[in-house]
Each structure stands twice: as structure tokens, then as C-alpha cells.
């Protein structure tokens, strides 16, 4: 705890005050995520998948893009915030491994919360663009603050 209280008396005022808001703002978004993931659904069977890229090979045979592209295109934006505010909340998260790995923890233990409780079906696909989704926020996080930083020393 001295070492987080340390670190936070070297911040100015206005990182301070963008960290807290990152916080805050966080917490809002995982409570969005565990609504849509888990609260809002309702309890059924058991299910799971594990076949690696069913969902492409299912939009494909089926021709029903439009609801995969959906699927698909939600489960990669679902986890890009997460990927974007760890870093500005951390240094040790300004990297894509970084954001891999968070993406992945955290995609995995929807998975398995969601299996466990019968609120949705364990897949891995899923795991695939949550993780995804993280390491494009984080390239986004990587990409708007080289440009603030060559702005501000211009």
C-alpha cells in the first residue's frame, strides 16, 4: 500500500485526476460487461465449444452475416475499452502482451462464469476476439498518446 500512495504523491494534479476518472469509468464498464455477459441472460444448460473459428465457418454455410458479423464484431468492441484505460490507469500494461494476457484473464473467466452458471455458452471463439479487442484498444491507447505526446513537445 505505501508503494500505490508513493506513486500517486509524484503524480501531477491532472494525472491524478485522469487516472481516477479512467477508474471510475472503468468500473462503470465492467459492470456493463458483466450485465451483458452473465446478469442479464437467463440460466440454461451447460454448453461449450472449443472448435477454434466456428463462428466463420458457420456465418459462411449459413449466409446469415449480418447476425454473425454481430456476434463476431461484438465480442472483439466488448473488451477494447479494457485494452485502451489499463494502460492509462498503469505503466505495466502499455504493451500488447500486456493487453493479450488482461484480454485473455478476463475473457476466460467470463467463459468459465458463464459455463459454470449455465448463462451462456463456453466458447472459445469468444476467448479469441475478447483478446483481440484488447490488443486493439491497446494499439488505439498506443497510437492516440504518441500523437499527444509529438503535439505537446512540437
Known amino acids: 500500500m505505501t508503494k500505490i ?3 500517486l504523491k509524484k503524480l501531477s494534479y491532472s494525472e491524478l485526476m485522469i487516472k481516477g476518472l479512467c ?5 462503470i464498464y465492467l459492470y456493463c460487461v458483466m450485465n451483458v455477459t452473465l446478469i442479464d441472460r437467463d440460466p440454461g444448460m451447460r454448453r461449450h465449444v472449443f472448435r477454434p473459428l466456428w463462428e466463420l465457418s458457420t456465418m459462411f454455410r ?9 456476434q463476431i464484431g ?28 488482461s484480454g485473455f484473464a478476463v475473457s476466460v473467466m467470463i467463459e468459465f462464469t458463464q459455463y459454470y452458471t449455465g448463462r451462456g455458452l ?29 503535439n505537446e513537445y512540437q
Open 62 to 70: 449459413s449466409g446469415d452475416y449480418h447476425y454473425w458479423i454481430g
Open 5 to 7: 500512495m508513493d506513486k
Open 23 to 27: 477508474a471510475f469509468t472503468m468500473l
Open 122 to 150: 463456453f466458447e472459445s471463439d469468444d476467448i479469441m476476439h475478447n483478446t483481440i479487442g484488447a490488443c486493439i484498444g491497446c494499439l488505439i491507447y498506443i497510437v492516440l498518446s504518441d500523437r499527444i505526446l509529438k
Open 74 to 101: 461484438g465480442n472483439v468492441i466488448m473488451l477494447l475499452p479494457l485494452g485502451f484505460m489499463l494502460p492509462i490507469m498503469s505503466e505495466k500494461f502499455k504493451s500488447i502482451k500486456a493487453a493479450a494476457l
